[in-house]
């Protein structure tokens, strides 16, 4: 199972995957040239769910949830730092698509 971690060097956010970068995905949509945000609703936060979930599930899958996804998810992750898990991200997307 992957895991997700989210952690402030300084200003910058960074984001791995089972210790290695997470792929932005900016070849899938680019909302967000200049990184991966989590904490509030905007561009970053959108990159940030859209690569989540293309890392978990498929392109198409993806780009049609990512903004909501966003909202329901990445907008409340705490400003210093999280953890999510696979599991996580996939039992949210379930939950999203049967509302």
């Not at 979930?53 to 909501?68: I, P, R, S, Y």
Request: proline share 4%; with cysteine.
């Amino acid at each position: 199972m992957k895991v997700y971690q989210g952690r402030r060097i300084g200003r910058a956010a960074e984001v791995t995957v089972d210790g290695r970068a997470l792929n932005p995905r900016l070849d899938l949509w680019n909302h967000s040239p200049s990184g991966l945000e989590w904490g509030y609703v905007g561009s970053g936060p959108a990159q940030l769910a859209l690569a989540l979930l293309a890392d978990c599930f498929d392109a198409e899958t993806a780009v049609e949830w990512h903004q909501q996804y966003k909202e329901s998810v990445v907008a409340g992750l705490p400003y210093r730092g999280w953890t999510l898990t696979e599991e996580e991200v996939r039992r949210e997307l379930a939950s999203l698509q049967t509302q």
